[in-house]
């Protein structure tokens, strides 16, 4: 069974850093994307970021420039930079499999506090 494994969220003052780690356990291929969402209370889960096969990385408008996404085969790392508390929410890692087939992490709170 595949499972993501979240870990690095936390607490931290604006304008601090954070780093998030997604590890992958029970797959035997590669993934072809791996990345990050986000969902604040009671709005919709959006995209932090997004790197494929070849390390090619696409960011939502809201962290271009401050978040940092790369990938070491089936291990996602995101790094957070300039941390605002709109940032606040819990993370979720993403995986896409065989035939499209998604993947998602329990997820890990992220809180910046202004």
């Known amino acids: 069974q595949v499972q993501l494994a979240e870990s690095g969220g936390g607490l931290v003052q604006a304008g601090g850093s954070l780093r998030l780690s997604c590890a992958a356990s029970g797959v035997v291929f590669r993934f072809s994307n791996m990345g990050w969402y986000r969902q604040a209370p009671g709005q919709q889960r959006e995209l932090v970021g997004l790197?494929?096969?070849?390390?090619n990385t696409n960011y939502g408008d809201s962290v271009k420039g401050r978040f940092t996404l790369w990938r070491d085969y089936n291990k996602v790392y995101l790094q957070m930079n300039n941390l605002k508390p709109e940032d606040t929410a819990v993370y979720f890692c993403?995986?896409?499999?065989?035939?499209?087939?998604?993947?998602w992490g329990q997820g890990t709170q992220v809180t910046v506090s202004s």
């Open positions: 993403n995986a896409v499999g065989l035939r499209d087939v998604l993947f």
């Open positions: 790197v494929n096969k070849d390390g």
